[in-house]
């Protein structure tokens, strides 16, 4: 059951980093100031670095969304990092939580991968529709920030809407790609 727990608690985490790169980041760096010390990347840079840098990139996250070029770039910047954000906030998560999960790597590898399937599939819904709604980013801000802090408070929960998001996820690519073949070709 623990294991269990340790399991949605950091997919919870890691379908986060999929919607958004810095503001899980931070949230869990401000939650748990110890941990930047204990992450092997981050270990090796001053921590007022880390949280100048990780402000500065959230706040491009939640302000810079609301345009078509903001969009463009985050779509761009998440679409490269969000693996790793993934992984590395599963892997954080398990070790906050002190459970004994072995061996570590492999979670850090399903939350890598469910971090970059969610932002794949939002990055084809961005260039279908062109551009993604108002309502969608701001929801979507809202989720990453929920996401975060049910990891650590309510895994369950957590876990739950990060599998409800997987199979949205599924769903929505399937539809995404049967689009994209009954869409006629151009000669």
Not at 88 to 103: M, N, Q, R
Not at 107 to 126: D, E, N, R, T, Y
Request: with cysteine; proline share 5%; glycine share 6%.
């Amino acid at each position: 059951m623990v294991t269990l727990l340790a399991v949605l608690a950091a997919l919870s985490a890691s379908a986060a980093a999929g919607m958004r790169i810095g503001v899980p980041l931070l949230i869990i760096g401000l939650l748990y100031r110890e941990v930047w010390q204990n992450l092997p990347i981050i270990s090796q840079i001053h921590p007022q670095v880390i949280l100048a840098i990780l402000i500065s990139w959230s706040l491009f996250e939640l302000f810079g969304s609301k345009n078509v070029l903001g969009q463009r770039i985050n779509q761009l910047i998440q679409l490269i990092f969000s693996p790793l954000v993934g992984s590395l906030l599963a892997v954080t998560v398990i070790e906050i939580t002190e459970i004994d999960f072995s061996p570590v790597w492999i979670m850090g590898l399903v939350g890598g991968i469910l971090a970059f399937a969610i932002k794949l599939v939002q990055v084809g819904w961005f260039f279908r529709l062109r551009r993604l709604p108002i309502w969608f980013i701001c929801a979507e801000d809202i989720l990453c920030i929920i996401l975060v802090l049910f990891a650590f408070n309510a895994p369950q929960n957590g876990g739950l809407i990060a599998l409800i998001l997987l199979w949205l996820v599924i769903r929505s690519s399937t539809a995404w790609r049967r689009w994209y073949l009954d869409k006629p070709q151009k000669p």
